[in-house]
Nanobody, 120 residues
Framework: VQLQACGGGLVQAGGSLRLSCAAS????????MDWYRQSPGKQRELVAA???????NYADSVKGRFTISRDNTKNTVFLQMSSLKPEDTGVYYC???????????????WGQGTQVTISS
C-alpha cells in the first residue's frame, strides 16, 4: 500500500486548511483511517480517526474545529481544519489499517507526513 498525503502549508491563525490522503495499491479493504500529528518537542498524537462505518473520534484539542471524513470509493481520507491555532503546528501523518484480502490480517501503514505551520 502507498499513502499520498497533501494539503499542508503555512496559514495565519484563524485560517483553514484541508488535508487529504489517498491510499493505493493492493487494497482489499480499509478499516480505520486517521491523522496523527507531531508538534515540535512533543510525541506523536492522534488528531482524528474515522472507521469504515464513518464513526469518528477527535482529540479534545481539535473538537469543534477539525472534521475528518473519508471517500471509500477513492480510498481517501480528509481532514478539514478550521480556526487554526499556532499550537496546531506540526507534521501531520496519515495512518490506515488495511488488508490485502478477506483472510489476511489487518496491517497498519503510515504516510510520509505533511507540514502544517500556523503563524500567530
Amino acid at each position: 500500500v502507498q499513502l499520498q498525503a497533501c494539503g499542508g502549508g503555512l496559514v495565519q491563525a484563524g485560517g483553514s486548511l484541508r488535508l487529504s490522503c489517498a491510499a493505493s495499491g493492493s487494497i482489499f479493504s480499509l478499516n480505520v483511517m486517521d491523522w496523527y500529528r507531531q508538534s515540535p518537542g512533543k510525541q506523536r498524537e492522534l488528531v482524528a480517526a474515522v472507521t469504515s462505518g464513518d464513526n469518528t473520534n477527535y482529540a479534545d484539542s481539535v473538537k469543534g474545529r477539525f472534521t475528518i471524513s473519508r471517500d471509500n470509493t477513492k480510498n481517501t481520507v480528509f481532514l478539514q481544519m478550521s480556526s487554526l491555532k499556532p499550537e496546531d503546528t506540526g507534521v501531520y501523518y496519515c495512518h490506515v489499517l488495511w488488508r490485502k484480502g478477506l483472510l489476511n490480517s489487518w496491517r497498519d501503514y503510515w504516510g510520509q507526513g505533511t507540514q502544517v505551520t500556523i503563524s500567530s
